[in-house]
Antibody, heavy 116, light 106 residues
Framework: QVQLKESGPGLVQPSQTLSLTCTVSGFSLTSNSVHWVRQPPGKGLEWVGAIWSGGSTDYNSALKSRLSISRDTSKSQVFLKMNSLQTEDTAIYFC??????????WGQGVMVTVSS | DTVLTQSPALAVSPGERVTISCRASESVSTLMHWYQQKPGQQPKLLIYKASNLASGVPARFSGSGSGTDFTFTIDPVEADDIATYYCHQSWNSPYTFGAGTKLELK
């Protein structure tokens, strides 16, 4: 069955770089896009960016200068790298599969805290 | 960016009908989707493309609308439906979500 699982450090120091991995199973990255969505504590959902089935990427314009999304199709993994982290980047980070135009499967999320 | 404005928090009793609205700042055609999120869990897709019920979702949930005005309905509400509901548009980039509507028990 379709599954997505995020992994990465729970704590990142301010100004440092965040690296997250989304490991997927049950579908191919060359047939589906994978997106990152984040949720600050107690707040709503924010679309972060995506890597499409062909390998191209799209980023939230507010984060674009700090963000990079890539993948390793042989390992069924999608990577998020965000630099110059600030406390406002503290959030749960979800990866999710987009089917046609909507997010049908989500990972459980990984909490990232930016603090010294 | 396309701003999605949702109903504020709503208090409901089991057995009632509840409707949540979502208004877009510009047309999103029918590419509006609805998710349910319970505390400590990931969002769950309920309705896609405005009015289509996701697989395994009870028929108590429904959606309608097009363009800029959309509604999401639960009829009847069950105690297990207490959660936050988000609308999400994928017509315009960047994709955006509403702020969420928290359903609470009366």
């Amino acid at each position: 069955q379709v599954q997505l699982k995020e992994s990465g450090p729970g704590l990142v120091q301010p100004s440092q770089t965040l690296s997250l991995t989304c490991t997927v199973s049950g579908f191919s990255l060359t047939s589906n896009s994978v997106h990152w969505v984040r949720q600050p504590p107690g707040k709503g959902l924010e679309w972060v960016g995506a890597i499409w089935s062909g390998g191209s990427t799209d980023y939230n314009s507010a984060l674009k200068s700090r963000l990079s999304i890539s993948r390793d199709t042989s390992k069924s993994q999608v990577f998020l790298k965000m630099n110059s982290l600030q406390t406002e980047d503290t959030a749960i980070y979800f990866c999710t599969r987009m089917r046609l135009y909507y997010f049908d499967y989500w990972g459980q999320g990984v909490m990232v805290t930016v603090s010294s | 960016d396309t701003v999605l404005t949702q109903s504020p928090a709503l208090a409901v009793s089991p057995g009632e009908r509840v409707t949540i609205s979502c208004r877009a700042s510009e047309s999103v055609s029918t590419l509006m989707h609805w998710y349910q999120q319970k505390p400590g869990q990931q969002p769950k897709l309920l309705i896609y493309k405005a009015s289509n019920l996701a697989s395994g979702v009870p028929a108590r949930f429904s959606g309608s609308g097009s363009g800029t005005d959309f509604t999401f309905t639960i009829d009847p509400v069950e105690a297990d439906d207490i959660a936050t509901y988000y609308c999400h548009q994928s017509w315009n980039s960047p994709y955006t979500f509403g702020a969420g509507t928290k359903l609470e028990l009366k």
